[in-house]
């Protein structure tokens, strides 16, 4: 399938309404009568709640009422995407530093935030566990609840939530010439999306009615109709696109609250977190890698020894799958003879950890990459071409009997570098550095739409995709055109409502390009064929008579556009088609991550440095991405995702952490304290280069595309910085401070 | 109506309204409920972020910083105020340069890249990164927003 809609950079669908200010995002929405929540959280990590005092607040003007633990079911309600875990509202005690424990309601923004200012708690702080160490401790005191474990958890009395054992071959038989031992850490980064966390409910029609910013809301319906003991056709979830995701605004969090006090108080109420509430509500998991890794004189990979303790947070999330997802894959986009990895998912009363742009690679490849680097110089090999020598080729395996590579990669790689100049002479202080991410997409899951083509031929597509910033309107709107023939400008997408939208399992790995593009493909060549089967009885032909080609069919020489032959086939009284598409995933059982990755996403980062020797800072003088995308479907829209994803990865490369204090409260909470890259951290050149060889299984040969981009920034910088300095540094972030003292002498990071 | 609050009169994108607002209403909250324009968003509340830029008697201003009753009297222009019936040529620009990712920090980048260009219309690339360096993009769009900006300043666009 291929033709003039596949491979144009139209603009963006609904551009405009976002350059004008009329896109309405979820606090946008008008919703009348409507109340609203402020939440009430403790100024410490753990805490025992002993008291709530509510009078104080009940007794301020506006404020409707205050709920608690007390006001919900007994127990309170749990839920999570793996494990039911995260109460509905702190029951008994505080696990983080922000968890709610209350929430006030009130008829104004102002009322309810005076109300919660008013509501006294006496509480004890408890000991707590902020870190890998404590984690690891066992005179920790336990995260979790043990009885909420289930079955006969050899773990229970531990703050080890999950442990995974992945490997092949017999490492301690594998020989090597030369073996790297270290450590690597990665910091605790929230997604920051600019529009923060936004929640309505409302009773309707025997259920309720919720909005959200959410990436997945058939995941929140599920999720809420359990909950609430309701069908799933009585939860209607308004999910207008999100002002940024990242993969924070995936699943639940408060919608649960907010829905059960719409329904106690039988009225609308809203919730819209402060920016600091949503630093306390989502973050990236973060992880100590630790990886001896053998390899052969001539600097082949021959065996890689891990132990990965990653920090999940006080409630399990969709951390347990980021870890196996992304640890699962030992050597990234490598063969490897051997590969042991004892892999833990660490509790600890520390902000849930959720999915983020990458889903755990960019830790996972902050720690293999660099450890490909320090091969490389102590075998004093080009650090591409031990790159070229381990990376798979295509049809190669990286995990035994697992899907094989499915993509040139070297191919990245080598454009990587010609673009970034390697070997090119270097000024003094400049460095460069290279590196390759490899993240798989999904193994499993559905993606359902409706197409209607209306009797005047323009269309309507319904599909549950979230358009969150990556586009999906646009290149579902493409695929339309290319496929039917009808101008973008005729085509409408029908999104984030599920009382109409048909089932999707979720906007998360890059996979809707692939899922729900071929979905909509599939629903495209069902329409064909009704059209044709149509038109061949209203002109007495065969079917096999009636030829479409996009935007007409003919019949004998006689040629039809689609208005003509939907008002032949329909005549006096108006009709229109009407048919679904699908495109399932149906995974394996037997497969430890429940089905092989519907393809790899792969992206190759280069940098050039230079560094300020007196101060440890330094600039980026070139940042170039190649990405490996099958087909880019609109290549503008790949190029400004891929630039993006590059952008972020410069924020935990650079400059941002969570810094929590002794009692587990984020000390940097808020954007003056917690910097993300801004216009002037911009590289002085950026590019995104697009490796396009038809070899991904989405429409026209695409793969999915935008999170690869900031995979691999951290160790391509981190070796820049590591040429320019011949200092190597193993904490991120590569703030001017470490980079200083790394140069002078400093206890960290030095190697040699 | 709370006892405390007070009536101000101001011109918001070109009409004069008359608001009651209480002493601690921002002007973002007061445009954004007040007055229902809602092109104007809130994320950091605290003057880092820029999605609530606003031109405030000529000058780009964080209103989540502005209290609504220092502004009677004043002329405030808001993304709704920019370009009228039509989008502006710096508008436009946004969306040929694929300069718009999520949107939500575009009304803010729209408003103070306005501004900028008001004040330096013929203005470097660095002096846009300098002049837009208050406004936030997690979507990470900034090399495609700068270049949208060039693309028009001085009377660049092609039109």
Not at chain 2, 63 to 77: I, K, P, Q
Request: glycine share 12%; aromatic share 6%; proline share 6%.
């Amino acid at each position: 399938m291929t033709g003039a809609g596949l491979g144009l950079s139209t603009p963006r669908v609904g551009g405009t309404d976002r350059v004008t200010g009329a896109q309405r995002f979820a606090a946008d929405i008008a919703i009348e009568d409507v109340l609203h929540i402020a939440l009430v959280h403790l100024d410490c990590g753990h805490a025992a709640i002993e008291e709530i005092h509510t009078s104080a607040a009940t007794g301020i003007e506006g404020v409707v009422r205050v709920f608690t633990a007390e006001d919900f079911p007994n127990p309170v309600p749990r839920f999570g995407p793996r494990f039911a875990d995260r109460p509905v509202i702190a029951t008994g005690e505080t696990k983080y530093h922000g968890e709610p424990l209350a929430a006030v309601v009130a008829v104004s923004k102002e009322a309810a935030a005076d109300g919660a200012a008013a509501v006294r708690v006496e509480y004890k702080e408890l000991p707590g566990v902020y870190s890998i160490d404590d984690a690891l401790d066992p005179d920790s005191p336990l995260v979790m609840d043990p009885g909420l474990r289930t079955g006969d958890d050899p773990l229970a009395d531990s703050n080890v939530r999950q442990r995974w054992d992945w490997g092949w071959g017999d490492v301690d038989s594998t020989e090597a010439e030369l073996v790297i031992d270290e450590i690597y850490t990665f910091p605790m980064v929230t997604h920051f999306s600019i529009e923060p966390h936004t929640f309505a409910a409302a009773p309707e029609g025997g259920g309720v009615t919720v909005w959200s910013s959410i990436q997945h809301p058939y995941f929140l319906q599920g999720t809420l109709a359990s909950l609430l003991d309701l069908p799933i056709s009585k939860v209607r979830v308004h999910a207008p696109d999100p002002g940024g995701g990242f993969g924070g605004k995936g699943f639940p969090k408060y919608e649960p609250l907010v829905a059960m006090i719409a329904l106690e108080l039988g009225r609308p109420v809203r919730l819209v977190l402060t920016l600091e509430e949503t630093f306390q509500a989502v973050r990236r998991t973060n992880a100590r890698l630790q990886l001896r890794t053998g390899f052969a004189r001539d600097g082949r990979l021959v065996f890689i020894d891990a132990i990965e303790d990653f920090m999940m947070g006080a409630y399990a999330d969709i951390a347990p799958r980021v870890i196996s997802k992304s640890s699962y894959f030992a050597a990234g986009p490598y063969k490897v003879e051997s590969v042991r990895a004892v892999v833990r998912g660490l509790m600890s009363h520390t902000t849930p950890s959720t999915a983020f742009r990458g889903f755990g690679a960019p830790q996972m490849t902050w720690a293999i990459e660099s450890q490909m680097d320090a091969a490389a110089r102590a075998l004093t090999i080009d650090p591409v071409e031990i790159r070229l020598l381990n990376l798979a080729g295509p049809g190669e395996e990286i995990v035994p009997g697992d899907r094989p590579a499915d993509g040139d990669w070297r191919q990245a790689l080598n454009i990587a570098a010609e673009r970034v100049g390697w070997g090119e002479p270097l000024l003094p202080g400049h460095g460069r550095g290279i590196s390759v991410g490899l993240k798989a997409s999904a193994t499993a899951g559905a993606s359902y739409c409706i197409l209607r083509i209306l009797h005047d031929g323009s269309v309507s597509l319904i599909a549950g995709t979230s358009d969150m910033g990556q586009g999906a309107r646009t290149i579902l709107s493409q695929l339309v055109s290319e496929n039917l023939g009808v101008p973008m400008e005729r085509v409408t997408l029908v999104m984030g409502d599920t009382a109409v939208v048909p089932f999707d399992y979720s906007t998360s790995a890059s996979r809707s390009t692939v899922f729900m593009g071929s979905a909509v493909v599939d629903a495209c060549q069902k329409a064909i064929a009704e059209l044709r089967g149509k038109t061949a009885v209203q002109h007495k032909v065969s079917v096999e008579d009636v030829v479409f080609t996009p935007g007409q069919i003919s019949i004998d020489g006689a040629v039809y556009t689609l208005p003509e032959v939907l008002n032949d086939v329909f005549g006096a009284v108006p009709g229109e088609i009407i048919v679904t598409g699908s495109q399932r995933g149906e995974g394996d059982a037997n497969h430890p991550l429940g089905g092989p990755a519907s393809f790899y996403e792969v992206s190759c980062t280069a940098s050039e440095v230079w560094v300020d020797f007196e101060t440890g800072d330094f600039e980026l003088v070139k940042h170039i991405t190649v990405a490996d995308v099958g087909k880019a479907i609109n290549p503008q829209h790949v190029e400004m995702q891929d630039e993006g994803a590059a952008v972020m990865g410069l924020g935990h490369t650079l400059m941002e952490h969570l810094i929590l204090d002794e009692h587990g409260r984020i000390v940097n909470l808020g954007a003056l304290d917690y910097r993300i890259p801004t216009f002037k951290d911009m590289p002085a050149t950026m590019e995104s280069v697009l490796v396009e060889n038809g070899d991904g299984p989405g429409p026209g040969g695409a793969k999915g595309s935008g999170e690869g981009g900031l995979l691999a920034t951290s160790p391509a910088i981190a070796a820049a910085l590591s040429q320019a300095t011949g200092v190597v540094i193993k904490d991120l972030p590569l703030t001017p401070e470490r980079v200083w003292e790394a140069m002078h002498g400093g206890d960290e990071g030095h190697e040699q | 109506m709370s006892p405390t609050e007070s009536a101000i009169t101001l011109t918001v994108n070109g009409a004069r309204r008359t608001v009651r607002v209480s002493p601690s209403t921002t002007l973002l909250e007061m445009v954004r409920t007040r007055l229902e324009l809602t092109g104007s968003k809130e994320c950091c509340a605290e003057g880092e972020c820029g999605a609530c830029t606003m031109i405030l008697d000529g000058e780009p201003v964080n209103s989540c910083l502005v209290l609504a009753v220092e502004t009677d009297g004043s002329e405030v222009t808001t993304i709704e105020g920019i370009g009228g019936a039509g989008m502006t040529p710096l508008q436009e620009s946004f969306l040929t340069a694929g300069a718009i990712q999520c949107g939500f920090c575009i009304p803010g980048m729209v408003v103070a890249a306005t501004a900028l260009l008001e004040r330096i219309p013929r203005p470097t690339e660095s002096e846009v990164r300098e002049g837009l360096s208050g406004n936030l993009c997690r979507c990470g769009g900034y090399s495609r927003i700068s270049a949208a900006v060039m693309a028009v300043a001085g009377g660049n666009a092609a039109t």
